[in-house]
C-alpha cells in the first residue's frame, strides 16, 4: 500500500535525522525541524519557525523551488480525517486572506493528521 498511496500523491512521514542530512542548510541559526513529509518528489517541512515546502520541479527533480511560509501569514486551516473507505486525510492552509486554500496535501494513514494539526497550530495560535 504505501507505493501506491505515493504514486497517488499521499505523503508520508520522513525522519527528522534525514531532513536535517538533507535540507539542513536550508535552516537559519536556532531553527530546528519539527516534522517533515514526503509527496512523491516533493517534500514539506515544519520547523520552529516557518513552514518550508520542497517542490522538485521537472523530469529529472534536478530543479528545485524552495517556499518558506510564516507561521505569522496563516490565516486559517483544516484537516479532514480518514474515513472507512478514505485511504488518505487532507490537510488545507490558507495563507493570508485568499479565499481558496494555498496548500492542499493529502496524507496516507501511516501519518498521524492530529499530530500535524497540532504543530500547525502551536505555531499559528502563538
Sequence with gaps: ????????????AVSQEDLKKEYGRL???????ELGFKLIRDLFIFTTKRLILIDKQGITGSKTEYKSIVY???????????GTFDL???????I????LPSITKQFNKSVNVYDVHKVLASHVLK
Design 1 to 12: 500500500m504505501g507505493l501506491f498511496s505515493a504514486l497517488i500523491g499521499n505523503a508520508g
Design 27 to 33: 535552516l537559519v541559526e536556532g531553527e530546528e525541524i
Design 72 to 82: 505569522k501569514s496563516i490565516s486559517r486551516f483544516s484537516i479532514e480525517t480518514a
Design 88 to 94: 488518505d486525510a487532507e490537510l488545507k492552509i490558507w
Design 96 to 99: 493570508s486572506s485568499e479565499q
